[in-house]
């Protein structure tokens, strides 16, 4: 038996011990998955923005104070 033989047959095992419902539920809940996850990637990018925002705001504000921001 070839190794090609080998893998093929491990793979077919794998298939026929795979439980269909579980698979089903893992189709349908990918997508959540994926759209949380974006979403908290948006979230953190926002998060990131503001904190730098605010920053340069105080920074600004510092330097443009009469008395030279001391």
Do not use: H, N
Request: proline share 4%; no cysteine; aromatic share 10%.
């Amino acid at each position: 038996m070839s190794t090609i033989d080998t893998f093929l047959a491990e793979v077919r095992a794998e298939a026929r011990s795979l439980d269909p419902l579980k698979v089903v539920l893992t189709i349908v809940a990918a997508p959540f998955f994926v759209v949380g996850w974006l979403l908290g990637q948006a979230a953190r990018l926002l998060l990131v923005l503001v904190a730098f925002a605010w920053s340069a705001a105080v920074v600004g504000y510092r330097s443009a104070r009469p008395d030279g921001g001391t």
